[in-house]
């Protein structure tokens, strides 16, 4: 009997997780690494930690499974997408820490794209919009602002990569320099028609191709690990960034097929196929995965990038709450929102809007509203800006939904999940097995080595923990969503 170990390195910690062939989790371990915020609206991440980190939880998960390199068929990596690292291929060393996708320095950057190069251009290239969310204004930025690294890429003697790619030189001691399609898609140089990394962009941004890692299937052997890592050789098999992780560990193999990650943000992801949805509202198409030398899959994503750190925002700064998981309780109190909306844009609106100026905003106050109406409209903002996520799709694709698979920390929340199939009026699907980024690693991995033999043998360990159907009657669904895009409004362009 062997085992996939996946490894899940997200923005705050790096997890390391045993699967067996059933889909279940043997051993799970987790450790969180320092965040660094040199300036406001800036974010950074040791890359040496944050290796540390991933080896020492893949260690320990092992460990506690009672397992060695040998129980091991693949390993499969995930990874916080659009987070930049630079390193030097001699000693692979970091040159600078990576920067995150949090971070907004290059806000100027990609203003001044949107004006010479153009955004409709570089969407159409690369399914994106000029933001500094994307990696490529982040490789431009420490080109042109750390002294010398723009004569050392030009010389080839520094490496650029994602997440990904750093874990998996870190892995096989520098032997493969790669990264997956689904990573490479969000990175504001690669195009997702041609399938290579778009010389125009690469020059305009003067980035020298040499820096960039070999684009590859997702599920596919990129290398191996050495042997003094974990005591003998393990194939790295599978790679996607965590959001097309999450879909695919979610079973989503069917075009207009749907799943939403409650995270710090949110990310919806509908997969369509080989299919390219250039979005007019606001959302992004981004590769999703490829199977070995299978056609390429695509999806339409929205992101929403306040969503359960609203609960946190209440909790820490706020102080309504002690714990995170307080909130349904304290929400439960009242029987709706009272009238009182929560925008929660502190640092402005992702998609569909793209409304870097908005701002958090509270509106409908009355002298009867309490903390508990307020604990409700923060958790009905959650499920508003996914519905506006769904409302964008469904014009996009032309496709009507049949229902939303969920994951993330706050699928937890019985009463957002309802309210979320409620305002959608569509069923909300929670899986057995809520760690669905993780689990998408490992069968994407899993498939590479014969480990899982097809796509319909992976689909059918996918298994329904509940199911939450609508129960709301339409006017009211109407209602409470005509306010919400209200409050949207007054919380828009407030920063200008």
């Not at 898609?185 to 020298?208: C, E, V």
């Not at 890692?213 to 393990?234: D, K, Y």
């Not at 009238?339 to 002298?367: C, E, N």
């Not at 199939?421 to 899986?431: E, G, K, Q, S």
Request: glycine share 8%; aromatic share 8%; net charge neutral.
């Amino acid at each position: 009997m062997k085992f996939i170990l996946a490894l899940d390195q997200g923005t705050t910690s790096s997890r390391s997780i045993v699967f067996d062939h059933d889909g279940r989790m043997l051993a799970v371990a987790q450790q969180e690494f320092k965040q660094h915020y040199p300036q406001p609206g800036w974010v950074e991440h040791d890359p040496e930690e944050i290796w540390a980190t991933q080896l020492a939880t893949a260690k320990t998960a092992l460990s506690k499974a009672k397992l060695n390199a040998s129980d091991i068929a693949a390993i499969g990596i995930t990874n916080q997408r659009e987070t930049v690292v630079l390193w030097d291929r001699k000693t692979g060393k970091p040159v600078h820490n990576a920067i995150v996708w949090q971070d907004r320095r290059t806000a100027p950057i990609c203003e001044e794209v949107r004006k010479t190069f153009g955004a409709e251009k570089i969407s159409q290239r690369t399914g994106l919009v000029p933001d500094p969310y994307f990696s490529g204004t982040k490789v431009k930025w420490l080109l042109d602002n750390v002294a010398g690294l723009r004569q050392r890429a030009q010389q080839g003697d520094l490496a650029f990569g994602t997440i990904d790619s750093w874990l998996l030189w870190k892995l096989t001691g520098g032997k493969a320099h790669a990264s997956d399609c689904s990573n490479a898609s969000r990175t504001l140089l690669y195009n997702i028609h041609q399938l290579d990394w778009d010389r125009d962009i690469l020059l305009y941004f003067d980035i020298p191709a040499a820096i960039l890692p070999q684009v590859q299937a997702s599920s596919g052997v990129f290398g191996a690990t050495t042997t003094e890592l974990f005591g003998a050789e393990i194939p790295i098999a599978g790679i996607a960034g965590d959001q097309q992780a999450a879909l695919f560990g979610q079973a989503c193999f069917k075009p207009g097929m749907l799943k939403n990650t409650y995270g710090t943000g949110c990310f919806m992801l509908m997969q369509t196929g080989e299919q390219i949805f250039h979005s007019k509202n606001g959302l992004l198409t981004t590769i999703a995965w490829q199977i070995g030398k299978d056609k390429i899959q695509y999806a339409l994503e929205g992101s929403v990038f306040i969503a359960g750190a609203v609960v946190q925002w209440l909790r820490d700064e706020m102080k309504l709450i002690s714990s995170s998981a307080e909130i349904e309780t304290l929400a439960a109190v009242v029987k709706d929102n009272g009238g009182v909306y929560l925008v929660p844009a502190f640092v402005g609106l992702g998609s569909p809007y793209w409304d870097a100026s908005a701002r958090g905003t509270i509106v409908g106050l009355t002298r009867g509203a309490n903390r508990s109406h307020l604990a409700r409209a923060a958790l009905e903002s959650i499920a508003y800006q996914s519905r506006d996520l769904a409302e964008a799709m469904k014009d996009d694709a032309k496709i009507s939904l049949a229902e939303l698979r969920v994951d993330g920390g706050a699928v937890v929340n019985n009463l957002l999940m309802q309210f979320q199939a409620d305002i959608l009026n569509t069923p909300v699907i929670r899986p057995a097995v809520t760690e669905t980024t993780a689990l998408g690693a490992a069968y994407l991995a899993g498939l590479a080595v014969g480990y899982w033999s097809s796509l319909e043998d992976v689909a059918h360990h996918w298994q329904m923990e509940r199911r939450f159907d609508p129960k709301m009657e339409s006017a009211e669904r109407q209602r409470l969503y005509k306010n919400w895009k209200k409050a949207v409004e007054r919380a828009r362009e407030w920063e200008s």
